[in-house]
């Protein structure tokens, strides 16, 4: 009963009227006609229809056995997306994936952020982990192997994000990530990885909010700045990063109100 429950919750909320045409807006500056998007935890798909509308091909990861069952039926016939029901992570091979059956969108492959979470976020105080599943593990320097390297990376892996970008060794155009208050410190590290791939600068999502946060895309450094104080008080969002345009040595915006200049 907890997997339909689960199920049919996130069917509602990701599939829900109006949400391509708002996720298609969002992606349109990052996205475009012949790209090369991977989507890392796809979960039902609506993120990767979304890409696919917007002209690029979507490698699909989704780990979990039900889920990506699910995500193949609602997703798998747009030839220009292909699921692979894989999780991504540091290095190739196997991995236990802990697996809440009434909110799948919280499976995770990150353990110690599993076991840690409940206590300091409330919103997972009522969540459970009933089982655990044995998934396969490819990383994201292995896609590129396959596929080339992509426009557009969009991670959102349940505290498991910087092992994800662990498993890549060179930067790609433009990328996603989501963070959770309680666990920051990912996003920091996430941040910092980064920068240690690329030029990067940074904006924000909160939420499911279609809007960024800054006005002015930010410095490694401010994001950073803004993570450590806490994020703006938000209870989740999405990091996207980008190749920098910012000449060397410019000033970013002050993020001191959660908002650019």
């Not at 919103?123 to 292995?142: C, I, K, N, P, Y």
């Not at 240690?196 to 450094?221: C, H, I, K, P």
């Amino acid at each position: 009963m907890d997997e339909w429950f689960g199920l049919l919750r996130s069917l509602v909320l990701y599939w829900r009227p109006g949400r391509q045409r708002a996720l298609k807006r969002l992606y349109r500056p990052f996205v475009g006609p012949g790209d090369l998007v991977f989507d890392v935890g796809a979960h039902l798909g609506d993120r990767a229809w979304a890409f696919a509308a917007l002209g690029a091909h979507v490698i699909a990861l989704e780990p979990q056995p039900r889920i990506a069952s699910w995500l193949k039926c609602l997703v798998g016939g747009n030839e220009r997306i292909t699921v692979r029901a894989e999780a991504a992570g540091s290095e190739s091979g196997r991995a236990r994936l802990a697996i809440s059956h009434r909110t799948p969108t919280v499976s995770t492959l990150a353990h110690s952020w599993r076991r840690s979470i409940p206590n300091t976020n409330p919103g997972f105080r009522d969540v459970r982990w009933q089982a655990e599943r044995e998934v396969v593990v490819t990383t994201l320097d292995r896609l590129i192997e396959t596929y080339g390297t992509p426009r557009f990376c969009k991670i959102d892996v349940e505290g498991y994000e910087l092992e994800v970008l662990r498993g890549l060794s060179e930067p790609v155009p433009g990328l996603s990530i989501e963070f959770v208050s309680g666990s920051l410190p990912v996003a920091v590290g996430c941040v910092r990885r980064l920068e240690e791939l690329g030029a990067y600068e940074f904006n924000a999502v909160l939420g499911e909010e279609r809007s960024f946060v800054f006005d002015d895309w930010q410095s490694g450094e401010a994001v950073l700045e803004w993570l450590e104080a806490g994020a703006g008080g938000a209870s989740s969002g999405d990091l996207y990063a980008r190749l920098g345009t910012r000449p060397a040595g410019a000033s970013s915006a002050s993020v001191q109100d959660g908002r650019g200049s």
